[in-house]
């Protein structure tokens, strides 16, 4: 085979891994870009515990393939209505007792999570990470009201911080 065919081949075969090579960093920059759109602060928060983008997406499309093999499904009218009753009894008790109302809206989230198909019986860290597909918005808040509900059965937590978690609490009930 003469020169020029050697040269030609060589520069396909360039050509092709040039091609290959730029269809997969399109790939990977579509994938980011749906992954930052979907789960927003939560990207960025993922990004910042792995310590890098590519490991970050890892874990959010893990969670995502997670979140498919669960059977989530809404709640009937009869425990909505049940559940809004409580929330509104939990709501008012507030006022006098904000400390037993912030374990208590811990515990409503919890059993709204539970009937309506997520698992609830992982560490808390699995709950959110399962949360944080359906609900990416308010994951972080949820996380922080459990923190303070957590701080308040190891001590004394103002008054503003339990409102705070009752708040976080709310949004994420609202949602579920």
Known sequence: MPVWGWILI??????????????????????TERLKDHFGPEYE?????????????????????????????PLTAAS?????TRWRAVQT??????????GEADILVTEVMRERGYPVDDDFEQEAANISVDH???????????????SQQQGD??????RQAFVHY???FEKL
């Open 10 to 31: 060589a520069v396909a075969v360039v050509l092709v891994g040039v091609a290959v090579g730029a269809a997969a960093a399109g790939s990977r920059r579509k994938r």
């Open 45 to 73: 928060r993922t990004v910042s515990l792995t310590g890098e983008p590519k490991e970050a997406e890892k874990e959010l499309a893990a969670r995502e393939r997670q979140r498919k093999k669960l059977d989530i499904h």
């Open 80 to 84: 909505l209505n049940g559940y809004v």
């Open 93 to 102: 008790a507030f006022v006098d007792h904000p400390a037993s109302a912030v």
């Open 136 to 150: 990416p918005m308010v994951v972080n808040n949820y996380r922080a009201a459990h923190d303070i509900y957590l």
């Open 157 to 162: 937590v103002g008054t503003e911080a339990q």
């Open 170 to 172: 709310r949004a994420l």
